[in-house]
C-alpha cells in the first residue's frame, strides 16, 4: 500500500517516551501515514510494548546499537523499498 507519510520513530531504551509519542500520533486527523519503529537494539521493553498497544507498527529491530544515524538510514532505505 502507498502512504503520503512514513513517520520513522528511533527508539533505544525509550519505553517511557513511547506512550506519549505513540498517543499523539493516533489523534492525528491526517490519516494515510504509516508508523515505522526503528529499534536499536534496546534492552527495557520498548518494543514488546510497541506490539501489543499499537500493532499496526511496523517494527525494525537492529541486532547490535548502530547509532542514530545508522538507524535511521536503514529505516529510510526499508519505506522506500516498502512503502514506495
Known amino acids: ?26 489523534r492525528q486527523t491526517h490519516k494515510n501515514f504509516k508508523i515505522l519503529l526503528i529499534d536499536d537494539c534496546s534492552s527495557d521493553e520498548s518494543v514488546f510494548f510497541i506490539k501489543n498497544n499499537f500493532p499496526g507498527t511496523e517494527i525494525l529491530s537492529n541486532e547490535i546499537n548502530s547509532g542514530f544515524a545508522v538507524s535511521i538510514n536503514k529505516a529510510i532505505d526499508y519505506s522506500i523499498k516498502k512503502f514506495s
Open 1 to 26: 500500500m502507498k502512504f503520503e507519510v512514513v513517520v520513522i520513530v528511533p527508539n533505544f531504551n525509550g519505553l517511557r517516551h513511547l506512550p506519549e509519542c505513540f498517543n499523539s500520533l493516533a
